[in-house]
């Protein structure tokens, strides 16, 4: 049984009421709500139209009464409405009306949704949300947006003014300019987002010219710091998110790049002047707003540079003004003071480091390259290298009469240790650590083996073993030479008959470990050459691999001095009590005699005998009296000299070994590059002349920073010595020869 055709009137003006119920609903007034039977019998109408028989399908003329439905809506009712309004009372009305379109394109979408299942996608043209959306385009936005983005430019600067404007309002507003763009975002963009950002360089130019002069440098970024926040806050309450990135890139510049220099070098307020105070929240703060910006942090890392290589450097200053002008009775007084005050600088910026800057690693490279520019300063001729030796030896020392306890003592080393690190040649500090070392191990009794032990591990861990190998031998040694003289006692008590007559001890030591020392072939007095003699006879029972080679000049005697007034104990070296020994036999001796009877070279004779004769304690008469010696002089114990100590060391001048130091580390250095180079090689087998040298500078630059004209003459020397050979077809190729 066949339907009849609906006319296209009949049906459209069934539609029509319909349509007018909708306006009455969005216009307000007193209408009930579409039931589910109104809305069927609108669809069901929609429906029969579009699937009769040609020529009664009516699809394509019911595509273009929707549109012209909405057009004629829009004509009739939204852009009267608009007309007479402004400002906030306009962009009010614009979003209800846009409310009211979608909600008008809604139902007339359900009641004409089969054009959108068939009749849009046989014909492929715009679905019927997107004629909706088109419509008010073209119609409204196209008319007003000019219009709108001045008044919601307008409220956000107002807000930024610290004024309070409806923040919903303007969320809706700028989603209309999103939804215009009908799934793009180029309305947003050229509309509205393009002119805002402009808008706000201008706004934040202004504000930045104007704080730079009136404001404290804290003050300027705390201000800066709180715009940021409000403009993320902005963001996040009506602009859409896509303008975040955009909007703070803005921002960041106009207030935190373009016065960049200005803002911390500021003379009363700058980031020196937050170091100074140790303003630590604005430095943090400094480190916050700088760490968003591109490169930013670069910037504040080199003020912070060379703000430290300042402070460093007068540091340095310092030692060396007060050294030369010897405002302290304390040698080394000076070097002492320094090397604590940068300990202490060290630890103020690794604080600063830590906790404001994140230990981020631009600000480790900073502090590192300022350190290490006054860390290889010279004071008054001393290598920073030898003056961190002895602030070393110092607290190893020293550390017991200065009540240090063991627990300050070893934070104290802890922190030798790091700023080690800045210092380039570390072979140079080794090289005076080790005669240091040598003399504690030696001579001071008071020596910590647990201290000693402790920063030669930190050594070793932070810089690697060949720094420390030749150091830990010496500290076995001395522990070996404590069971050596145990073993000696208990062979003297077991062989009474060939006792020296004297309490002996000796320190028998690894050549290859410790600093070589000046040898004399010295013509001992008969007292000590019987326990040479003895401790030889009992060494060939240990061993007969080895050598004994005696350096005198280390040794330390105890001679009981029978002076008129009363007997002292003096307390002196080798050679000095050689010397004094010599007196038991003759009352008087000549210098050339002296000379003679011991076989010491002139220089050295003339250095002891100043000693015992013209220094502090005349323990021998020198004839004709003066304060030098000559070679024809001649010397006679004092009988008379007298002290108001029972016991007083003899002291020997000092030596000046700086000069030695470097030379022995210049001698080494070669073989140390030798090393490195055959090691790469080896591993290498085939490598450019390019490679070789960086890799053996990288490899070396834990101990030295080596000099490539020394590098490239050690090359030839292995060359010459067939360890390696150069490319036959590529001269700048070097092959490993097994």
């Given at each position: 049984?066949?339907?009849?055709?609906?006319?296209?009137?009949?049906?459209?003006?069934?539609?029509?009421?319909g349509?007018?119920?909708?306006?009455?609903?969005?216009?307000?007034?007193?209408?009930?709500?579409?039931?589910?039977?109104?809305?069927?019998?609108?669809?069901?109408?929609?429906?029969?139209?579009?699937?009769?028989?040609?020529?009664?399908?009516?699809?394509?003329?019911?595509?273009?009464?929707?549109?012209?439905?909405?057009?004629?809506?829009?004509?009739?009712?939204?852009?009267?409405?608009?007309?007479?309004?402004?400002?906030?009372?306009?962009?009010?009305?614009?979003?209800?009306?846009?409310?009211?379109?979608?909600?008008?394109?809604?139902?007339?979408?359900?009641?004409?949704?089969?054009?959108?299942?068939y009749?849009?996608?046989?014909?492929?043209?715009?679905?019927?949300?997107?004629?909706g959306?088109?419509?008010?385009?073209?119609?409204?936005?196209?008319?007003?947006?000019?219009?709108?983005?001045?008044?919601?430019?307008s409220?956000?600067?107002?807000?930024?003014?610290?004024?309070?404007?409806?923040?919903?309002?303007?969320?809706?507003?700028?989603?209309?300019?999103?939804?215009?763009?009908?799934?793009?975002?180029?309305?947003?963009?050229?509309?509205?987002?393009?002119?805002?950002?402009q808008?706000?360089?201008?706004?934040?130019?202004?504000?930045?010219?104007?704080?730079?002069?009136?404001?404290?440098?804290?003050?300027?970024?705390?201000?800066?710091?709180?715009?940021?926040?409000?403009?993320?806050?902005?963001?996040?309450?009506?602009?859409?998110?896509?303008?975040?990135?955009?909007?703070?890139?803005?921002?960041?510049?106009?207030?935190?790049?373009?016065?960049?220099?200005?803002?911390?070098?500021?003379?009363?307020?700058?980031?020196?002047?937050?170091?100074?105070?140790?303003?630590?929240?604005?430095?943090?703060?400094?480190?916050?707003?700088?760490?968003?910006?591109?490169?930013?942090?670069?910037?504040?890392a080199?003020?912070?540079?060379?703000?430290?290589?300042?402070?460093?450097?007068?540091?340095?200053?310092?030692?060396?003004?007060?050294?030369?002008?010897?405002?302290s009775?304390?040698?080394?007084?000076?070097?002492?003071?320094?090397?604590?005050?940068?300990?202490?600088?060290?630890?103020?910026?690794?604080?600063?480091?830590?906790?404001?800057?994140?230990?981020?690693?631009?600000?480790?490279?900073?502090?590192?390259?300022?350190?290490?520019?006054?860390?290889?300063?010279?004071?008054?001729?001393?290598?920073?290298?030898?003056?961190?030796?002895?602030?070393?030896?110092?607290i190893?020392?020293?550390?017991?009469?200065?009540?240090?306890?063991?627990?300050?003592?070893?934070?104290?080393?802890?922190?030798?240790?790091?700023?080690?690190?800045?210092?380039?040649?570390?072979?140079?500090?080794?090289?005076?650590?080790?005669?240091?070392?040598?003399?504690?191990?030696?001579?001071?009794?008071?020596?910590?083996?647990?201290?000693?032990?402790?920063?030669?591990?930190?050594?070793?861990?932070?810089?690697?073993?060949?720094?420390?190998?030749k150091?830990?031998?010496?500290?076995?040694?001395?522990?070996?030479?404590?069971?050596?003289?145990?073993?000696?006692?208990?062979?003297?008590?077991?062989?009474?008959?060939?006792?020296?007559?004297?309490?002996?001890?000796?320190?028998?030591?690894?050549?290859g470990?410790?600093?070589?020392?000046?040898?004399?072939?010295?013509?001992?007095?008969?007292?000590?050459?019987?326990?040479?003699?003895?401790?030889?006879?009992?060494?060939?029972?240990?061993?007969?691999?080895?050598?004994?080679?005696?350096?005198?000049?280390?040794?330390?005697?105890?001679?009981?001095?029978?002076?008129?007034?009363?007997?002292i104990?003096?307390?002196?070296?080798?050679?000095?009590?050689?010397?004094?020994?010599?007196?038991?036999?003759?009352?008087?001796?000549?210098?050339?005699?002296?000379?003679?009877?011991?076989?010491?070279?002139?220089?050295?004779?003339?250095?002891?005998?100043?000693?015992?004769?013209?220094?502090?304690?005349?323990?021998?008469n020198?004839?004709?009296?003066?304060?030098?010696?000559?070679?024809?002089?001649?010397?006679?114990?004092?009988?008379?000299?007298?002290?108001?100590?029972?016991?007083?060391?003899?002291?020997l001048?000092?030596v000046?070994?700086?000069?030695?130091?470097?030379?022995?580390?210049?001698?080494?250095?070669?073989?140390?590059?030798?090393?490195?180079?055959?090691?790469?090689?080896?591993?290498?087998?085939?490598?450019?002349?390019?490679?070789l040298?960086?890799?053996?500078?990288?490899?070396?630059?834990?101990?030295?920073?080596?000099?490539?004209?020394?590098?490239?003459?050690?090359?030839?020397?292995?060359?010459?010595?067939?360890?390696?050979?150069?490319d036959?077809?590529?001269?700048?190729?070097?092959?490993?020869?097994?």
């Open positions: 049984m066949g339907c009849e055709n609906i006319e296209f009137d009949q049906g459209w003006g069934e539609m029509e009421k349509i007018e119920k909708l306006k009455r609903i969005l216009a307000g007034e007193k209408e009930t709500p579409f039931t589910s039977r109104e809305y069927m019998t609108l669809y069901t109408t929609i429906y029969n139209m579009c699937n009769q028989k040609a020529p009664h399908d009516y699809s394509e003329q019911l595509y273009d009464k929707y549109k012209k439905t909405l057009d004629e809506y829009i004509t009739s009712i939204v852009l009267p409405s608009l007309k007479d309004k402004h400002d906030e009372f306009m962009l009010r009305e614009l979003v209800e009306r846009w409310l009211n379109h979608k909600i008008m394109v809604k139902w007339l979408t359900r009641f004409f949704h089969y054009l959108d299942r009749f849009i996608i046989q014909k492929s043209v715009p679905a019927l949300n997107e004629v959306t088109t419509c008010f385009l073209n119609l409204v936005y196209e008319d007003v947006h000019p219009t709108i983005q001045d008044i919601v430019l409220l956000i600067d107002k807000e930024r003014e610290g004024d309070q404007i409806d923040r919903a309002l303007l969320k809706n507003a700028l989603e209309i300019f999103v939804e215009m763009g009908l799934g793009q975002m180029n309305r947003y963009q050229d509309d509205f987002e393009a002119r805002f950002l808008e706000t360089t201008n706004y934040y130019s202004r504000k930045a010219s104007k704080w730079i002069e009136e404001d404290s440098c804290p003050d300027y970024l705390l201000k800066s710091e709180e715009c940021l926040k409000k403009e993320v806050d902005r963001v996040s309450s009506y602009l859409h998110s896509s303008s975040e990135t955009k909007l703070i890139k803005k921002v960041q510049h106009e207030l935190l790049v373009v016065y960049v220099n200005q803002l911390l070098e500021k003379e009363d307020s700058g980031i020196k002047v937050l170091f100074r105070d140790d303003k630590v929240d604005d430095l943090s703060r400094t480190y916050r707003v700088y760490n968003k910006i591109s490169q930013g942090l670069d910037l504040v080199n003020v912070f540079k060379q703000h430290v290589t300042i402070e460093g450097t007068a540091f340095v200053q310092q030692a060396e003004e007060a050294t030369s002008n010897q405002a009775n304390t040698p080394g007084g000076h070097e002492q003071v320094l090397v604590k005050n940068i300990l202490e600088l060290h630890d103020n910026y690794m604080t600063y480091l830590n906790s404001c800057f994140q230990n981020h690693n631009l600000f480790q490279k900073a502090l590192k390259e300022a350190f290490e520019v006054f860390c290889n300063k010279t004071v008054n001729g001393s290598p920073s290298a030898e003056i961190l030796a002895s602030f070393a030896d110092h190893l020392r020293k550390g017991g009469s200065e009540k240090l306890s063991d627990e300050v003592i070893e934070e104290t080393l802890e922190k030798v240790v790091k700023l080690l690190q800045y210092v380039i040649d570390k072979d140079v500090f080794a090289e005076f650590y080790r005669k240091k070392l040598a003399r504690r191990l030696l001579f001071d009794r008071g020596t910590n083996d647990d201290h000693e032990r402790s920063i030669l591990s930190k050594l070793k861990q932070q810089f690697g073993a060949p720094l420390t190998s150091m830990e031998g010496m500290v076995t040694d001395v522990v070996l030479a404590k069971e050596h003289q145990s073993s000696f006692q208990e062979y003297l008590r077991n062989n009474p008959d060939v006792h020296p007559g004297l309490d002996f001890t000796v320190t028998v030591l690894t050549t470990f410790w600093p070589s020392y000046k040898w004399f072939d010295l013509s001992l007095p008969s007292e000590m050459v019987k326990c040479v003699k003895v401790f030889k006879g009992f060494y060939e029972t240990k061993t007969k691999h080895r050598k004994l080679t005696w350096i005198f000049s280390l040794g330390t005697s105890h001679i009981n001095g029978k002076f008129e007034p009363k007997p104990e003096l307390i002196v070296s080798t050679h000095q009590a050689a010397v004094l020994l010599l007196f038991n036999a003759s009352e008087r001796l000549s210098y050339s005699e002296i000379v003679a009877q011991l076989n010491l070279a002139h220089d050295d004779l003339i250095r002891l005998l100043h000693t015992l004769s013209c220094a502090k304690y005349k323990i021998l020198k004839e004709p009296s003066s304060k030098s010696i000559s070679q024809s002089d001649s010397f006679k114990f004092n009988p008379n000299f007298t002290d108001k100590m029972r016991r007083i060391k003899v002291p001048p000092p000046d070994e700086r000069k030695k130091v470097i030379e022995d580390v210049d001698k080494d250095r070669p073989y140390a590059i030798d090393a490195a180079i055959v090691r790469i090689m080896k591993s290498r087998k085939v490598i450019t002349h390019q490679q040298i960086s890799e053996t500078i990288e490899q070396l630059s834990r101990m030295f920073k080596p000099n490539i004209k020394a590098i490239k003459k050690r090359i030839e020397d292995l060359i010459t010595r067939d360890y390696i050979e150069r036959r077809d590529n001269s700048h190729m070097f092959r490993y020869l097994a």
